[in-house]
């Protein structure tokens, strides 16, 4: 089962892709990041950001998709923003016929980290620490990679569950 966690933004877009080869087993096998110019008009950043997405899908052929919920955005404009980029994700999953789910930061920081307001930094070493990971991960593609891991250990308990497709 492979799932590829996206933590949505307009500038950067953070993936990770895990695979859970049974109950106990998970192994990380990529991760990174879409960036885009913030000079770039709108338009011209989702478009670069759903190829990407759609090339990333095609490369690795996850079996689910996991993306954050929103709850909230310093502003109004970046809360249209961070909708536009979702609704990328979701097409991007939609397009494939990949079931995709979403989950809180609260929940995924409780799954990764045992603590429900831990920090950006407590997660990406968690990730790290969890999956044995020795290189560098942005913050992008750590928060990426905890959604995958949340997401893989709450299947079991999943039954379409958040599902969108």
Do not use: W
């Not at 899908?57 to 536009?84: Q, W």
């Not at 990949?98 to 809180?104: L, M």
């Not at 070493?125 to 949340?150: F, G, R, Y």
């Amino acid at each position: 089962m492979r799932i590829l966690g996206i933590d949505p933004g307009s500038i950067n877009c953070g993936y990770g892709l895990i695979e859970k080869a049974n109950l106990k087993e998970i192994v990380y096998l990529s991760s990174g990041r879409i960036t885009v110019s913030p000079k770039e008009e709108l338009p011209y950043r989702i478009r670069e950001i759903f190829t990407s997405l759609l090339g990333i899908i095609s490369e690795h052929r996850p079996d689910e998709m996991v993306v954050e919920k929103i709850f909230f955005a310093k502003g109004t404009k970046s809360a249209l923003n961070l909708g536009y980029i979702r609704g990328v994700v979701l097409l991007s999953a939609a397009l494939a016929k990949i079931p995709i789910y979403e989950y809180s930061a609260l929940e995924v920081k409780k799954a990764v980290v045992g603590y429900g307001k831990a920090d950006k930094s407590q997660v990406k070493k968690m990730v790290k620490e969890i999956l044995k990971i020795d290189h560098m991960l942005s913050q992008d593609s750590a928060d990426a990679i905890a959604l995958a891991l949340c997401h893989a250990n709450q299947r079991m308990f999943l039954i379409n569950r958040n599902s969108f497709v």
